[in-house]
């Protein structure tokens, strides 16, 4: 008899538990966006490379029957699609929370690509909202159409990029090919010497038969090569979303000391990508609390429009002194400010008053870094 009454007990437990589910349920229920407020219409937007142009969506809030925070992504489909497979969805600004979204053109490159719309060509797309509480899904009956040129870009983004040709470091053996380092997807910068007057280009692999690309004044493009008027070290970045290419003639770099504010020594490029110096005195500065072992270094470029310099230093606006636990993550290089004092590295206590190798490393597989190596004590 009381297992009787347990199973009933048991089964009327559940079905509460379950009439509980679903009234939470419809308590997660929301309508439809009833008005879209931004991009009007058929608007026609020319897509940019540069990577703070955007363009601003913007519709009326939803209600949630709970009064709570309604969610909210933009949906993206073919013209004349009806949002039962959408291309392409993202979250408003705030994570989903508001009721706009700043899309990048980049971003919107990428939708149009997926709807079809050729590399530099024409065409349209369709927008609407999807409102939610992160289920119950409910799109608005309302939609838009945005026209777009697209970038001289790539639908299919290389994984991987490498340089090659008679011009590059290591001549045109595709196997020796030097790889590019991704700083996105579809983006890569390399630092490498070319040869003026030899042909350089770029493959998606160092076998087989890879895909190629050149640059064309400021555009990737397919089949072809390239060359240079000066036999230099290069900075090129190619980004394959955009098609956009641009190289940056690199001139020096100079380890600074910034006790003294004065620029110890020039540290050559050496080829592989990078930088370095041997047997270079280094010696602390003697100050009234101690010796001060404060450094970084300056890269002076030109881009065509005289020079300019990037300052690397470290990812710590002040650093203690290395010792033999510190992480090789101390060394990495990172971009910095110009000033005397902030974002510098400090020299080991062993290095003071030696003759050391300096050693910079550009290159695709490593973060950006560096090493000072003790060779031995001054006289």
């Known amino acids: 008899m009381k297992s009787i009454i347990y199973k009933i007990l048991a089964f009327a437990f559940a079905i509460g538990l379950v009439g509980c589910k679903e009234d939470e349920l419809d308590h997660l229920n929301v309508t439809a966006v009833q008005n879209l407020y931004a991009p009007e219409d058929s608007k026609y937007v020319q897509l940019q490379s540069s990577s703070s142009a955007s363009v601003l969506f913007e519709w ?18 073919v013209e004349g699609g009806d949002f039962s497979n959408p291309i392409y969805k993202l979250a408003s600004d705030n994570n989903g929370a508001l009721n706009r979204a700043t899309i990048t053109h980049k971003t919107l490159n990428q939708i149009a690509a997926l709807a079809g719309i050729e590399s530099a060509a024409t065409g349209k797309i369709q927008w609407t909202i999807i409102s939610s509480k992160g289920i119950n899904e409910m799109p608005s009956d309302l939609k838009r159409v945005l026209e777009l040129t697209r970038l001289a870009g790539f639908a299919d983004v290389p994984v991987d990029v490498f340089i090659t040709g008679e011009a590059s470091e290591n001549g045109d053996d595709l196997a020796s090919a030097i790889k590019m380092k991704s700083t996105a997807t579809g983006e890569f910068e390399v630092y490498t010497q070319l040869t003026a007057g030899q042909s350089y ?18 555009v990737v493009k397919e089949d072809g090569t390239s060359t240079m008027g000066e036999t230099a ?10 098609g956009a290419a641009d190289y940056t003639l690199v001139k020096n770099i100079e380890l600074f000391f910034s006790p003294n504010n004065v620029y110890l020594f020039e540290i050559p490029y050496v080829g592989n990508g990078m930088w370095m110096v041997e047997d270079q005195a280094i010696e602390f500065k003697q ?11 300056r890269m002076t470029v030109d881009n065509g429009n005289g020079d300019e310099y990037i ?19 101390f060394y990495y290089l990172y971009e910095a400010p110009s000033d005397q004092w902030s974002y510098t590295f400090k020299f080991s206590e062993t290095v003071d008053m030696t003759y050391s190798d300096v050693i910079l490393y550009f290159q695709a597989d490593n973060e950006y870094t560096h090493e000072i190596i ?3 004590d001054m006289e």
């Not at 300052?311 to 993550?329: E, F, K, L, V």
């Open 201 to 218: 280009y770029f493959v998606d692999r160092t076998s087989g038969t890879p895909r190629t690309f050149y640059i064309d004044g400021e």
């Open 287 to 297: 100050e009234s609390w101690g010796r001060d072992e404060r450094y970084k270094f």
């Open 233 to 242: 070290v290069y900075k090129i970045n190619l980004d394959f979303n955009t």
């Open 311 to 329: 300052w690397w230093g470290s990812q710590n606006a002040d650093n203690s002194r290395p010792n033999d636990t510190t992480p090789d993550s």
């Open 60 to 77: 009326e809030l939803a209600k949630a029957e709970d009064g709570g925070l309604v969610m909210y992504e933009v949906a993206f489909d």
């Open 374 to 376: 003790k060779k031995s």
